[in-house]
T-cell receptor, first 114, second 113 residues
Framework: GENVEQHPSTLSVQEGDSAVIKCTYSDSASNYFPWYKQELGKGPQLIIDIRSNVGEKKDQRIAVTLNKTAKHFSLHITETQPEDSAVYFCAANPGYSSASKIIFGSGTRLSIRP | EAQVTQNPRYLITVTGKKLTVTCSQNMNHEYMSWYRQDPGLGLRQIYYSMNVEVTDKGDVPEGYKVSRKEKRNFPLILESPSPNQTSLYFC????????????FGPGTRLLVL
């Protein structure tokens, strides 16, 4: 089955700098890759997603890139701000054979230093 | 307000005492799912439901049951809880399949003694 690995597990960056979180997946049939942000005491919330027919997607300071050949995708946050501090999860949908399942990575705790 | 609600938010129980965690959504979503979150393991899917009376196992279904008798509700049942089920549980819902945005509830923190 699908396996999603996420790195790093913790990340600390200076406010204003960029942060990058990387994920790899194992099932080449996976076709949907969302990223969720979880703030303290809350449930995860979708911040951006990308489908397998697209290589990059941007939304203001957040961007996601997908390399299907290498089976990895990354989250890029530019000009980081204190409110970006949270746990971030990547995920992959295993494709047509299990379209209703979604596999999450283990999470990255991002801390923004003032 | 569109939302997913879970009850209770916090629960302490003892081994073997049956419990139910309720989940309800007001967005008319077909898809609902339960996850557990453990340190270093991320979110792991327990069960999901594509629609009323349609449920299927996720990656860690052992020790759990679910039912989907109404579209809005998807309760998680622990018939005989054990300490290894101590965890943070999230319910989520979305339109259609798992390829859509999932909306998560606030979580239920369960401690089994």
């Amino acid at each position: 089955g699908e396996n999603v690995e996420q790195h790093p597990s913790t990340l600390s960056v200076q406010e204003g700098d960029s942060a990058v979180i990387k994920c790899t997946y194992s099932d080449s049939a996976s076709n949907y890759f969302p990223w969720y942000k979880q703030e303290l005491g809350k449930g995860p919330q979708l911040i951006i997603d990308i489908r397998s027919n697209v290589g990059e997607k941007k939304d203001q300071r957040i961007a996601v890139t997908l390399n299907k050949t290498a089976k990895h995708f990354s989250l890029h946050i530019t000009e980081t701000q204190p409110e970006d501090s949270a746990v971030y999860f990547c995920a992959a949908n295993p494709g047509y054979s299990s379209a209703s399942k979604i596999i999450f990575g283990s999470g990255t705790r991002l801390s923004i230093r003032p | 307000e569109a939302q997913v609600t879970q009850n209770p938010r916090y629960l302490i129980t003892v081994t073997g005492k049956k419990l139910t965690v309720t989940c309800s959504q007001n967005m008319n979503h077909e898809y609902m799912s339960w996850y557990r979150q453990d340190p270093g393991l991320g979110l792991r899917q327990i069960y999901y439901s594509m629609n009323v009376e349609v449920t299927d196992k996720g990656d860690v279904p052992e020790g759990y049951k679910v039912s989907r008798k109404e579209k809005r509700n998807f309760p998680l049942i622990l018939e005989s809880p054990s300490p290894n089920q101590t965890s943070l549980y999230f319910c989520a819902s979305s339109h259609g399949t798992g390829e859509e945005t999932q909306y998560f509830g606030p979580g239920t923190r369960l401690l089994v003694l």
